[in-house]
Structure formats: structure tokens, C-alpha cells
């Protein structure tokens, strides 16, 4: 099964998009992923957050920049699952990251924080009451990864490595590149920068998601306004890839799974 319940400590749950234009992401992003919307109001002057869903469960979401957000470029968000926000929040800055907005509560649906880590990175831990985070996963219109693009690989281990437990295991095929496990399982991936990336890309979170057709999509990309920045390309034995670009100009992968993972239901 792809659906999902209750997400461990420390694995990553969520993304949302946080865009110049709320409206025509929306129609971008329904039509390249066929999504579903579910409109939350967020209250006066602050517009709507836009659930995606699939197969009738919430898999991503979409907002417009709050007012105090004018320059701020388009971007998606990753979300970690933690069991305490508050406790972590001290260890921040202990260990050489930055608390840039919370913890603060976020309606009934759970408590957040947003941290820059050291290596420069914006991440987000989410404390879950209502909202879980994404309902499915590993499957065509769910979310599959989540990616680091770091400078400094060291810095980056060493930080989440004492904030979450997170493990690390250099990729056998791929140089440069690194899997994060969460006591046990699969949860994510770092690549590291070469001087030509790091010239002109900073540290960021990478979200992907699954689509049934990689070459399809692609071609939906363009259709609707986005472009396609890589791709499509092999990733390995996992499958193939595209990055690209949205019309408001966030970045996101989508990916063709060769076999893709069940979720195993944690039950601690």
C-alpha cells in the first residue's frame, strides 16, 4: 500500500509551494499532476492555502507569498515529521543553525518552526495534530523524495545527523552523492555541489514527485508555461527524472519510479 497514517520522527511528510502567483500555480499544477483542490481560506488578507489530492488524499499543497514576502522568490517547502518542536527548537541554535520563523501553531493542524541549518538550507519540522502531512506517497501524484543540494556535506551530516539521528551512507554508483536514513528507512538524499553549481544555485531542499509518464510530463511542462531545466534522464536503476521550473519559477523534480516502494506503517 502507498497510503499513509502516521509518519515516523524525523521523516519527511509534506511540501507546499509558496508562489508570486496563487492562481496560476494552481492551474499549472492541476494540470501537469491532475490534482484535486481542496481552498482552505487562511483569514483576512491572507488568502488561501491550495490542498492538492490525489485519489482523494492530500498529497502537496499551494499558497501565495503573505504580504510581508515582497522579493522572496517562488520556492517549495519540505517539511520533517518531529515529535516535539519545542524540544528541538534550543538545539537549533546549539548546533549552529537558525530558528527563521516559530514555533508557532498552524490552525488545529499541527505546530512548525522553519530553520535555516548552517550549511544554508531552509527546512521546515512539523509537530502533526490533524493534518498528518501527504496521505500517499511512492506513487504517480503523491510525493517519493527529498533532496539536499549542500556545499558542505560535512556541515549538513554533522547538523541533522545531531538534530534528528539521521544516518548517512555515500551512494555506491553516484560520487558526491549520500542517502539519509531515519532509523532504518529510506528518507532522502544529498548531493553535493560542485564550484560550478554553488556559483549560482544555493543550498536547497528538493522535492519530487511521482508521474506515470516521465516523457509525458515533460511535455507538460511546457505545454503549461514551465520549463524544463534537466532531463529527462536516467537516475540509475530507480528511474527517470526531469527538473524543471514553473511559470512563477519555483523548482520541483517529477520522476518515473522503475519499482516503486510500499509504505510501511509505523507503528511505535
Not at 87 to 116: C, H, N
Not at 165 to 180: A, S, V
Not at 238 to 263: K, N, T
Request: proline letters at 8%; charged letters at 15%.
Amino acid at each position: 500500500m502507498f497510503t499513509v497514517t502516521k509518519y515516523p520522527h524525523g521523516t519527511f511528510s509534506w511540501a507546499d509551494c509558496m508562489t508570486s502567483d496563487a492562481a496560476a500555480g494552481v492551474q499549472f499544477y492541476t494540470g501537469l499532476m491532475g490534482w484535486d483542490i481542496n481552498e482552505i481560506p487562511m483569514g483576512e488578507g491572507m488568502g488561501s492555502y491550495y490542498m492538492f489530492r490525489q485519489e482523494g488524499r492530500n498529497v502537496a499543497a499551494l499558497s501565495g507569498m503573505m504580504p510581508d514576502m515582497e522579493g522572496v522568490p517562488p520556492v517549495w517547502n519540505s517539511y520533517i515529521t518531529v515529535d516535539d518542536v519545542d524540544a528541538l527548537e534550543p538545539r537549533i541554535a546549539e548546533l549552529g543553525g537558525k530558528v527563521v520563523a516559530g514555533p508557532f501553531e498552524v490552525f488545529d493542524s499541527g505546530r512548525m518552526l522553519t530553520l535555516q541549518s548552517p550549511d544554508g538550507a531552509h527546512v521546515s519540522l512539523w509537530q502533526p495534530r490533524n493534518h498528518i502531512g501527504a496521505e500517499l506517497v511512492n506513487t504517480p501524484g503523491a510525493p517519493c523524495w527529498n533532496e539536499l543540494y549542500t556545499k558542505d556535506p560535512a556541515v549538513s551530516t554533522a547538523f541533522y545527523g545531531d538534530l534528528l539521528g539521521w544516518t548517512f551512507t555515500p551512494h555506491p554508483d553516484t560520487p558526491g552523492y549520500q542517502m539519509i536514513r531515519n532509523n532504518g528507512r529510506m528518507n532522502g538524499g544529498i548531493f553535493t555541489m560542485d564550484e560550478e553549481m554553488s556559483a549560482w544555485m544555493p543550498p536547497v531542499w528538493m522535492t519530487y514527485f511521482s508521474v506515470a509518464d516521465i516523457d509525458a510530463a515533460a511535455g507538460r511542462v511546457e505545454e503549461l508555461g514551465g520549463k524544463v531545466q534537466i532531463g529527462p534522464l536516467p537516475a540509475g536503476d530507480v528511474g527517470r527524472f526531469v527538473l524543471f521550473s514553473d511559470p512563477q519559477g519555483a523548482h520541483c523534480y517529477v520522476i518515473q519510479l522503475a519499482q516503486p516502494e510500499p509504505w510501511i506503517e509505523h507503528t511505535a
